[in-house]
Every structure is written in structure tokens, then in C-alpha cells.
């Protein structure tokens, strides 16, 4: 395996709600490798959306310290986290997160409008780019509100890797989509997979984690499992054998 | 994050609520509109006044015999005979802030012409008078030095003479007129000035030199005022102290001495009136004012929601790199871009509203340069001020809760 994108050492994670103290990350250590295409699963309040605040710089860890592609997170300023996350995560929401009235395109390019070093034409040019590698090339110019749940979560996956991150961090991406969507939605990441990306997919459905190379199951802001996925199923042929949908 | 970014996602975030964001202004365009056109009628009725009063010779300087007091009993200034012609002879000769001088000297009688009659008065002066007063001559002209030399019987008459005298048509050029016997004849005629603010006729004139009124009508030597013209407006003062020190010293009047003369400028009228226009352009410009601040309020409102209704489009931003600095900055540039707009689309509408009420309403509007500047630079800082509090809540979200936010 490759370099090391994401290390946790012993990270724990306390809010204070009111006089109690609520532990939502009991010392969490794992560390993920370039290429890794990983599951984090858990119930609700097992701490996996702490977690994946964590991974995604939004919220800087109690104890422990956080090293993103060998940056270490916890000291940071929230500008300087800002800008990490800028260069280095790509986010996938399960409710897509598409700016309102605003063409495919211009939402990719998101990302990029908050680094001053990509000029406006070379903007647009890696938005179309990874429009084009999210099979949506014909779409450019469609304002979210003219497309389908699953064209808008390519979007935001377009969106995820338009600045080339180290790590693509999933929130539930399939959660909003039906059955079909969804497998569209995965075969996209076992192809970004393949392609050697690095993405970590944080999801309550345990399906999903057949379709992933390595799943860490989460309970009580612990890691109760973590297993390498050595018979991944190819959501490619899932799809192929759900039944069509009569309107296609 | 440079700036030519910002702006571009300000003005598309403006574009994508085209409607909400022109209300929003309406109070901004309302506020610069009413400051522009309040600013620019009182302007208007300054500067209409003034000319009125410069009408009557803004510049003009009245010369008195008689002090303010004499032995507490004020005397009728024309009975006295402490002005000469002497006097006004020195003035003319040594003032120097004064650009024309007459003496005054007047004759009232019974203006008689064939059949028609009508009372009024002979002014005797010097050809200045006509500068002084600002009067013009219509037909015919003025009587030169040479007539004063020679006392000639030659006068200039006002349009309400002539509407009396020469109620038959007949062309009053040339012709002759009587006052207390003494025939004068017309040289020429002042074009009509109407009624002064006072409510004075002040086309009912007849002017003769001051040789010919002094000799031959009223056979004295002393003068009843001496009128004059300062250089300019803003020189009256220096004028007045000028003619003033003269004045005390051919009257040999000693240090603890008071003038035995009155010297009279239209300046305290003057300066009355444009305090009274300038107070009134102040509330004017208070009341529009205080528009432009609940415009700004306007916005702050709308932006407060717009930050609420957007949380998740911050969070969205935050997640993807936006630093606080670029939420605040891109919120302000909202702001401001709102506050511009509108007031541009009220410096338009105001220029707008002038014409209007100067075409329709016959008012005297004058829009001034400045006015424009200000309401601009107020409606930036409106946008700045109204826009930062908005800003501020909308940088310091946290990005994990507004992206969650429903």
C-alpha cells in the first residue's frame, strides 16, 4: 500500500451539554492508506458524525491528535483549517448541498472560487472535467433545480473532486436516493475507487459495506471492528440485476 | 480568496433574488432620491432669493445723514444737511472698494403733462444710479455727466409714469413734463422691474441729474443719502468701513464722537434670508436623512434573514474552504452592492423628481455636485454599517450545524 492520508491517534471528542459531559469519541486510532475505499458505520450516537467532523476539519478533537495527509489538524485556526479542507477534502452530503439556481457547472466550481491560485478559466475547465468524469458532460449548464437526486448528488461528487483531494469524505451519500439511484451512486465511487482515489463513506447502512474495501464499524465512540473487505461485490453488477424500472 | 471571486459570488447570490433584492434597495433609492431632491429645493429657493435680492443691487450701500441717536430724538434723516455734495465728491474720488456712487437727492410733487397728472417724485443722481439699482434703460437714454454739469432739464422715467402720463400712446421720448413748474424733458425710459418683496412700485421713478433737481427744483446744497455700489458682494463690509472713515473725517467728527451719518447694506437682508433658506435646507435634508438610515435598517433586515434563510448555503461554503473573512466579506459585498445600486437608482430618480417639480410645479431646484457625493458616500457607509452586523452572524456560524440546517 501507499502513503498514509489519514492518521487518528487515540482521538477523543467531549461536549459539554449543560453539567454533563457527553464523550462522543472514547479514543478513536486508525489510520487510512492512499487508495482506500472505506465504510464507517455505526448507529445513531455511535459517534460516526463526530467522527467524520473530525476527518473533515470541521471540528478539531478533544485529545488526540489528527494527521491529514501528514498535516496535524488539532492545532490549526479555523482559517487554517478552512484552507486545508479547501486543498484536501472533498465533501458528499446526503442531502447534495447544490448552491440554489445555479448551474452545474458553477457548483462545481465552488471549491476552486476559494483558491485564489486557480484562475476563471482554468476553473472552468476541471469543473467540466469532473462533470465529464461524473458522466454528467451533457448537463453543464442544468441549474440544480432541473435535475434528478441522483444528477445532483453526481453533481456534488463532481463537486468532491474538483480539487483534487486527498480524501473524499461521504456523509449517508446514498441516503436520500431509491435503490437504483444508489447503486448508480456506488458503481461512481468503485470506478473513483478503482481509479485510486481515497474515500471514506460514512453511512448507517450496512450494505454498502460490501461494495467498500474496508469497513470500521463504530459503537459508543469506539471502534468495535475493523475489517479488510477481501470479496468486494461489484456494484456494477448489482445494478444490472435489479429490476428495471418501467419508465426507463 | 481574492476579491474579483467575491464579487462574482455576491452579485450571482444578488441575481438568484432579483426581487428580494430591489426591495431591499427601494428604501435606499427612496432615501437618496428624497435627500437629492430635498437638498436641490432648498438649494433652489437659496439661490432664487439671493437673485431677488441681488435684483434690488445686492451690493448696494445707503448713505444717511443723521447717527442712530442724536440727543434721543431720532430726526427725519432728510431734513438734515450734514451730507454734502462735497462728501459724495471725496467718496468718489477715494473709495476704493466701490465700483459706482450716486448722491440722492428727491423732489416729491405733482407730475403734471398736458391733461394727465400724477403724484410722485424727482430723484436727482449721477448716471451710477442706474448700476447701483440695477436698472436697465428701454428706450432712449440716460442722462451723461455732461447733463449733471449743465443741470440739464432732462429726466429718465419708470413704466408707471409713463402708463400715467402717457395713457394716449403717445411715445414719451422727447416729450416734456412738468413738476412744480419745471419742465423736464424725457430722454429716456427704465425698463419695468414690477413691485419689489417689499411691495414698492419700483418702476415709479423719474430720474433728472442731481445738479438739476439740487438748483433748479429744490435750490440746496446738502444731499439726502448717498447711494453706492460695493465691488463685489462679499466686499460690502470693507466698503462700509471705507466710506465710514472718510466720511468722520470731513466731518471732522472726533474719536468718541458718533456718526452724524447711517450707512445701510442689503447684506442684513441678505444674510437673514439665507439663514432662513439654510435652516430650512438642513431640516429638509434631516427628514430625507432619516430616510436613508431606515433604508439602511431595510437592509440589515433583509440580510439578517437572508443569513438565516442561506445557513446551510454558508455551511455548504464553509465545508468547501470559505474562511470566516469570506462569508463576511462576500455578505458585506452584498450589502454594499445592494446600498450602491440603490443609490444610483436614486441619484436618478432625485434628478428625476428636480425635473418634475421644476417643470411641473414651477419650483427653483438647483442640484449640487456635492449632494450627489454625499448621499452616495452615506449610502456606502449604510451598506457597510447595516451590512456588518448580518455579516458577522454569518461568518462566525459554525459550518458542522449550518450544514445541517433545516
Same mark, same amino acid.
Given at each position: %500500500?501507499?502513503?498514509?492520508?489519514?492518521?487518528?491517534?487515540?482521538?477523543? $471528542?467531549?461536549?459539554?451539554?449543560?453539567?454533563?459531559?457527553?464523550?462522543?469519541?472514547?479514543?478513536?486510532?486508525?489510520?487510512?492508506?492512499?487508495?482506500?475505499? +472505506?465504510?464507517?458505520?455505526?448507529?445513531?450516537?455511535?459517534?460516526?458524525?463526530?467522527?467524520?467532523?473530525?476527518?473533515?476539519?470541521?471540528?478539531?478533537?478533544?485529545?488526540? !491528535?489528527?494527521?491529514?495527509?501528514?498535516?496535524?489538524?488539532?492545532?490549526?485556526?479555523?482559517?487554517?483549517?478552512?484552507?486545508?479542507?479547501?486543498?484536501?477534502?472533498?465533501?458528499?452530503?446526503?442531502?447534495?448541498?447544490?448552491?440554489?439556481?445555479?448551474?452545474?457547472?458553477?457548483? +462545481?466550481?465552488?471549491?476552486? %472560487?476559494?483558491?485564489?491560485? +486557480?484562475?476563471?478559466? !482554468?476553473?472552468?475547465?476541471?469543473?467540466?472535467?469532473?462533470?465529464?468524469?461524473?458522466?454528467?458532460? !451533457?448537463? =453543464?449548464?442544468?441549474?440544480?433545480?432541473? %435535475?434528478?437526486?441522483?444528477?445532483?448528488? $453526481?453533481?456534488? &461528487?463532481?463537486?468532491?473532486?474538483?480539487?483534487?483531494?486527498?480524501?473524499?469524505?461521504?456523509?449517508?451519500?446514498?441516503?436520500?436516493l431509491d435503490t437504483r439511484t444508489s447503486f448508480e451512486i456506488l458503481v461512481l465511487f468503485q470506478k473513483l475507487h478503482q481509479e485510486g482515489r481515497t474515500i471514506i463513506f460514512v453511512t448507517h447502512n450496512p450494505d454498502i459495506a460490501r461494495y467498500s474495501s474496508r469497513n470500521i464499524r463504530l459503537s459508543d465512540g469506539q471502534v468495535v471492528e475493523d475489517s479488510r473487505n477481501d470479496n468486494i461485490l461489484s456494484a456494477a453488477d448489482a445494478l444490472a440485476q435489479?429490476?428495471?424500472?418501467?419508465?426507463? | 480568496?481574492?476579491?474579483?471571486?467575491?464579487?462574482?459570488?455576491?452579485?450571482?447570490?444578488?441575481?438568484?433574488?432579483?426581487?428580494?433584492?430591489?426591495?431591499?434597495?427601494?428604501?435606499?433609492?427612496? /432615501?437618496?432620491?428624497?435627500?437629492? @431632491?430635498?437638498?436641490?429645493?432648498?438649494?433652489?429657493?437659496?439661490?432664487?432669493?439671493?437673485?431677488?435680492?441681488?435684483?434690488?443691487?445686492?451690493?448696494?450701500?445707503? &448713505?444717511?445723514?443723521?447717527?442712530?441717536?442724536?440727543?434721543?430724538?431720532?430726526?427725519?434723516?432728510?431734513?438734515?444737511?450734514?451730507?454734502?455734495?462735497?462728501?459724495?465728491?471725496?467718496?468718489?474720488?477715494?473709495?476704493?472698494?466701490?465700483?459706482?456712487?450716486?448722491?440722492?437727492?428727491?423732489?416729491?410733487?405733482?407730475?403734471?403733462?398736458?391733461?394727465?397728472?400724477?403724484?410722485?417724485? +424727482?430723484?436727482?443722481?449721477?448716471?451710477?444710479?442706474?448700476?447701483?439699482?440695477?436698472?436697465?434703460?428701454?428706450?432712449?437714454?440716460?442722462? @451723461?455727466?455732461?447733463?449733471?454739469?449743465?443741470?440739464?432739464?432732462?429726466?429718465?422715467?419708470?413704466?408707471?409714469?409713463?402708463?400715467?402720463?402717457?395713457?394716449?400712446?403717445?411715445?414719451?421720448? /422727447?416729450?416734456?413734463?412738468?413738476?412744480?413748474?419745471?419742465?423736464?424733458?424725457?430722454? *429716456?425710459?427704465?425698463?419695468?422691474?414690477?413691485?419689489?418683496?417689499?411691495? %414698492?412700485?419700483?418702476?415709479?421713478?423719474?430720474?433728472?441729474?442731481?445738479?438739476?433737481?439740487?438748483?433748479?427744483?429744490?435750490?440746496?446744497?446738502?444731499?439726502?443719502?448717498?447711494?453706492?455700489?460695493?465691488?463685489?458682494?462679499?466686499?460690502?463690509?470693507?466698503?462700509?468701513?471705507?466710506?465710514?472713515?472718510?466720511?468722520?473725517?470731513?466731518?471732522?467728527?472726533?474719536?468718541?464722537?458718533?456718526?452724524?451719518?447711517?450707512?445701510?447694506?442689503?447684506?442684513?437682508?441678505?444674510?437673514? =434670508?439665507?439663514?432662513?433658506?439654510?435652516?430650512?435646507?438642513?431640516?429638509?435634508?434631516?427628514?430625507?436623512? &432619516?430616510?436613508?438610515?431606515? *433604508?439602511?435598517?431595510?437592509?440589515?433586515?433583509?440580510?439578517?434573514?437572508?443569513?438565516?434563510?442561506?445557513?446551510?448555503?454558508?455551511?455548504?461554503?464553509?465545508?468547501?474552504?470559505?474562511?470566516?473573512?469570506?462569508?463576511?466579506?462576500?455578505?458585506?459585498?452584498?450589502?454594499?452592492?445592494?446600498?450602491?445600486?440603490?443609490?444610483?437608482? /436614486?441619484?436618478?430618480?432625485?434628478?428625476?423628481?428636480?425635473?418634475?417639480?421644476?417643470?411641473?410645479?414651477?419650483?427653483?431646484?438647483?442640484?449640487?455636485?456635492?449632494?450627489?457625493?454625499?448621499?452616495?458616500?452615506?449610502?456606502?457607509? @449604510?451598506?457597510?454599517?447595516?451590512?456588518?452586523?448580518?455579516?458577522?452572524?454569518?461568518?462566525?456560524?459554525?459550518?458542522?450545524?449550518?450544514?445541517?440546517?433545516?
Amino acid at each position: %500500500m501507499g502513503k498514509t492520508v489519514i492518521e487518528l491517534q487515540n482521538i477523543k $471528542r467531549n461536549f459539554i451539554v449543560g453539567e454533563e459531559t457527553v464523550h462522543a469519541l472514547r479514543g478513536v486510532s486508525f489510520k487510512v492508506e492512499e487508495g482506500e475505499f +472505506v465504510t464507517i458505520m455505526g448507529t445513531s450516537g455511535s459517534g460516526k458524525s463526530t467522527l467524520l467532523n473530525t476527518l473533515g476539519c470541521l471540528d478539531t478533537p478533544t485529545e488526540g !491528535e489528527y494527521l491529514l495527509d501528514g498535516i496535524a489538524v488539532r492545532s490549526m485556526s479555523k482559517a487554517q483549517r478552512a484552507v486545508l479542507r479547501n486543498r484536501k477534502i472533498g465533501f458528499v452530503f446526503q442531502n447534495y448541498n447544490l448552491l440554489a439556481k445555479t448551474t452545474a457547472v458553477e457548483n +462545481v466550481e465552488l471549491p476552486l %472560487m476559494y483558491n485564489s491560485a +486557480v484562475s476563471a478559466a !482554468e476553473r472552468r475547465v476541471r469543473a467540466i472535467e469532473a462533470l465529464k468524469a461524473v458522466g454528467l458532460g !451533457e448537463r =453543464l449548464e442544468h441549474k440544480s433545480n432541473q %435535475m434528478s437526486g441522483g444528477q445532483m448528488q $453526481r453533481v456534488a &461528487i463532481a463537486r468532491a473532486l474538483v480539487n483534487n483531494p486527498a480524501v473524499i469524505l461521504a456523509d449517508e451519500a446514498t441516503g436520500n436516493l431509491d435503490t437504483r439511484t444508489s447503486f448508480e451512486i456506488l458503481v461512481l465511487f468503485q470506478k473513483l475507487h478503482q481509479e485510486g482515489r481515497t474515500i471514506i463513506f460514512v453511512t448507517h447502512n450496512p450494505d454498502i459495506a460490501r461494495y467498500s474495501s474496508r469497513n470500521i464499524r463504530l459503537s459508543d465512540g469506539q471502534v468495535v471492528e475493523d475489517s479488510r473487505n477481501d470479496n468486494i461485490l461489484s456494484a456494477a453488477d448489482a445494478l444490472a440485476q435489479l429490476p428495471r424500472n418501467e419508465d426507463d | 480568496m481574492n476579491i474579483n471571486n467575491l464579487f462574482k459570488i455576491a452579485l450571482r447570490a444578488l441575481v438568484n433574488n432579483k426581487l428580494r433584492a430591489f426591495l431591499t434597495m427601494l428604501g435606499i433609492i427612496i /432615501g437618496v432620491a428624497s435627500v437629492i @431632491t430635498m437638498l436641490a429645493i432648498g438649494q433652489g429657493s437659496k439661490l432664487s432669493i439671493q437673485a431677488q435680492i441681488s435684483e434690488m443691487g445686492s451690493n448696494m450701500i445707503m &448713505i444717511h445723514p443723521g447717527g442712530d441717536k442724536q440727543g434721543g430724538v431720532r430726526r427725519d434723516p432728510s431734513e438734515m444737511q450734514t451730507l454734502k455734495l462735497e462728501n459724495y465728491e471725496t467718496l468718489r474720488d477715494e473709495c476704493s472698494f466701490v465700483s459706482a456712487i450716486s448722491p440722492e437727492v428727491s423732489s416729491s410733487g405733482q407730475l403734471v403733462r398736458g391733461a394727465n397728472n400724477y403724484p410722485s417724485s +424727482v430723484s436727482g443722481v449721477s448716471p451710477d444710479y442706474l448700476e447701483i439699482r440695477q436698472l436697465k434703460v428701454d428706450r432712449g437714454e440716460m442722462f @451723461t455727466e455732461a447733463d449733471v454739469q449743465s443741470a440739464a432739464k432732462v429726466c429718465v422715467i419708470g413704466q408707471t409714469i409713463v402708463d400715467n402720463l402717457f395713457s394716449d400712446g403717445d411715445d414719451p421720448i /422727447g416729450q416734456v413734463i412738468r413738476i412744480n413748474q419745471i419742465p423736464l424733458r424725457v430722454i *429716456g425710459v427704465l425698463k419695468a422691474k414690477g413691485y419689489n418683496s417689499m411691495g %414698492m412700485d419700483q418702476d415709479d421713478v423719474v430720474l433728472s441729474p442731481y445738479s438739476t433737481v439740487m438748483k433748479r427744483l429744490l435750490a440746496v446744497t446738502y444731499l439726502q443719502g448717498i447711494f453706492a455700489s460695493a465691488l463685489t458682494e462679499d466686499m460690502t463690509d470693507y466698503a462700509i468701513d471705507e466710506i465710514s472713515t472718510i466720511l468722520r473725517r470731513e466731518h471732522k467728527l472726533q474719536a468718541d464722537e458718533e456718526d452724524d451719518f447711517t450707512i445701510r447694506s442689503q447684506q442684513e437682508l441678505s444674510s437673514m =434670508l439665507s439663514s432662513t433658506t439654510g435652516l430650512m435646507t438642513t431640516l429638509l435634508a434631516c427628514i430625507a436623512g &432619516i430616510s436613508l438610515v431606515v *433604508g439602511g435598517i431595510g437592509i440589515m433586515n433583509i440580510m439578517y434573514v437572508s443569513v438565516t434563510e442561506r445557513t446551510r448555503e454558508i455551511g455548504l461554503r464553509m465545508s468547501v474552504g470559505a474562511r470566516g473573512i469570506d462569508i463576511l466579506s462576500q455578505f458585506l459585498i452584498e450589502a454594499v452592492l445592494i446600498s450602491i445600486t440603490g443609490g444610483l437608482i /436614486g441619484v436618478l430618480l432625485g434628478c428625476g423628481a428636480c425635473w418634475v417639480v421644476k417643470t411641473v410645479v414651477h419650483w427653483p431646484v438647483y442640484i449640487q455636485l456635492w449632494s450627489i457625493l454625499l448621499s452616495f458616500a452615506v449610502c456606502t457607509l @449604510t451598506g457597510i454599517f447595516f451590512g456588518w452586523y448580518p455579516a458577522k452572524k454569518a461568518a462566525s456560524l459554525d459550518p458542522i450545524e449550518a450544514i445541517r440546517y433545516e
